[in-house]
């Protein structure tokens, strides 16, 4: 599989270079939000439209005063919903706030200790949202029968958890990542779960078209560095599916030819 010199990904019309998409939450102050950002080359930027500022607070600190729609895609998300109603509502309210921007990211939360996606609300809502417009990015679990469910709703792209939100453990099923990119028509990115730079890799090494990760960047004790870290990683695991591993052997295949050797 040869690499296109931009490899280029797309989703909802829009086209991007960057496959690690990065979130706004957990830092320590908008300095340090801004600057793990920057070093992260992310050009998607997630924010929790129930907890953050876009707008819809006048006389609050705005983030988009340092993250500039110009600059950055801002991908409103329905973090904090626990059902499909509450999702819906938030996502029209990020529109109203957006300019009539209809790119979002929906979660709809099903248990607040594991925080896993309550499947029959997300999918409810996903409905709704598709036929007002909006284009959805969805948060789903790793079941690949829900991940075909929500592209056939008409999910601009499907986002299976790699494991809790937050526990930083890694791809806990890449069986049933590798099935969910194998069947989709649509862009597969991981989201939540990631931990550090090889989980990153990993992902993008499944053949998914990005990686989405908060947590894993703003709670490393050097964000801005992880941030790097991550972007070099997802960049690797992504040449490294292109480039086609080599195939698994039981037994040693030395690397030197052993005929000809000197006596």
């Known amino acids: 599989m040869q690499k296109d010199k931009l490899d280029r990904w797309q989703v909802a019309g829009l ?6 998409l990065v979130g706004t939450g957990k830092y320590k102050d908008t300095t340090e939000t801004q600057q793990a950002i920057e070093a992260s080359g992310a050009e998607i930027v997630t924010v929790a439209v129930r907890r953050t ?41 990020a529109r109203e706030l957006l300019d009539g921007r209809a790119l979002v990211k929906l979660e ?4 607040r200790t594991s925080l896993f996606p309550d499947m ?22 790793d079941d690949p029968v829900a991940a075909k469910r929500l592209e056939a709703i008409g999910c601009v792209a499907i ?46 090494e499944l053949g998914c078209d990005g990686v989405l990760m908060n947590t894993a960047i703003a709670g490393a004790g050097d964000p801005v560095l992880m941030a790097r870290a991550m972007r070099k990683a997802v960049e690797a695991g992504r040449d490294a599916f292109l480039a086609q591993r080599m195939a698994r052997k039981w037994g040693a295949d030395p690397s030197s030819p052993l005929t000809g050797l000197i006596t």
């Open 53 to 93: 500022n876009i707008g819809q607070n006048p006389g609050e600190p705005n983030l988009l005063d340092i993250l500039s729609p110009e600059r950055y895609t801002i991908l409103p998300n329905t973090a904090g919903c626990y059902s499909a109603e509450e999702a819906v509502r938030t996502c029209r309210l």
């Open 108 to 111: 709809v939360i099903g248990d």
């Open 120 to 141: 029959v609300e997300t999918l409810k809502a996903a409905e709704t949202l598709v036929s007002e417009g909006f284009a959805v990015m969805v948060y789903t679990t």
């Open 15 to 20: 086209t991007f270079s960057s496959r690690l």
């Open 159 to 204: 986002m299976p958890l790699a494991a809790p939100i937050g526990s930083g453990l890694g791809i806990r099923n890449p069986l049933n990542i590798r099935l969910i990119v194998e069947q989709a028509r649509v862009p597969i990115l991981v989201d939540a779960g990631v931990g550090t730079a090889s989980d990153a890799a990993i992902a993008m």
